[in-house]
């Protein structure tokens, strides 16, 4: 991967829906050749897929973050496979420190969260868990949400 590449992966960051052409002009190069180095980066899983940003104030849901502590001996994969289960979750990273993991939900309000941490808890493979609630949202390609 080249600085054209990096480029090309940050202007898609900024605009998934950014026209070939355009990216090619602000890279320095001609469609055909933008269009080859994104269908490598594809196929090579640096890109995974498109998505939408959505202003989640307008859509009366709220995001939440839960630290999990695991029970001893438990392997963060299965806490993985149990959270893919989940539609809520969001995210799901393994993490250093004192926290196993982290996991981002979205949900309809508090009482669904609730129910969703304690659906996690139930597995047995939790000790603890420590959830955060999202005020406001802020991040670099989107802005303020």
Request: proline share 2%; aromatic share 4%; net charge negative.
């Amino acid at each position: 991967m080249d600085e054209i590449d990096l480029t090309i992966l940050e202007e898609l960051r900024r605009n998934a829906r950014l026209p070939v052409g355009e990216i090619a002009r602000r890279v320095g190069l001609s469609s055909a050749p933008v269009s080859r180095r994104i269908a490598k980066l594809e196929s090579d899983g640096v890109i995974t897929g498109y998505t939408a940003l959505i202003d989640e104030s307008t859509t009366g849901e709220m995001e939440a973050f839960t630290e999990v502590r695991l029970t001893a001996g438990t392997d963060t994969s299965e806490v993985e496979s149990i959270a893919r289960d989940v539609p809520e979750v969001q995210q799901f990273y393994t993490i250093a420190g004192d926290t196993d993991a982290l996991v981002r939900f979205r949900v309809r309000n508090v009482d669904h969260l609730q129910r969703v941490v304690n659906a996690i808890r139930r597995t047995g493979k939790v000790e603890g868990t420590k959830t955060l609630i999202v005020m406001r949202a802020w991040d670099r390609s989107s802005g303020d949400r």
